[in-house]
């Protein structure tokens, strides 16, 4: 991965090898998305490390937005931006831009927002 990510460990690049050399098929079946799992830390963290920290972080703040930690994803999600680029609506361009989340991702998210208004 670019800097300033870590580097793979030994242990992730063998299984990346591994599935490599059987085939590199997909044999495993797709968590199922709970819309209403929005613990931060388990369910919406791991979400926007994989989709949005990649271009949202210190070293490559696109947009001049950092998704780095729960206070400066909590602002972002506070003041509308994060579920306007989600859905790209009100004039916000929707991200991320070349991947889609699914829409239990997206309503995960949503019910998690909301939550923190109440």
């Keep these: 991965p670019p800097a300033p990510r870590a580097p793979l460990s030994s242990e992730e690049i063998s299984a990346i090898a591994r599935w490599i050399n059987e085939g590199a098929l997909n044999e495993e079946c797709a968590e199922q998305c709970d819309p209403q799992a929005i613990d931060f830390k388990t369910n919406i963290a791991p979400l926007i ?58 309503e995960q998210i949503t019910n998690w927002v909301n939550s923190l208004n109440q």
């Design 49 to 106: 490390a994989t989709y949005c920290e990649g271009c949202h972080q210190n070293g490559a703040a696109n947009g001049n937005v950092i998704l780095e930690t729960e206070a400066q994803i909590t602002a972002i999600a506070n003041d509308g931006r994060l579920l306007n680029t989600l859905n790209g609506t009100n004039g916000y361009p929707k991200m991320p831009p070349s991947i889609s989340l699914t829409s239990c991702e997206v």
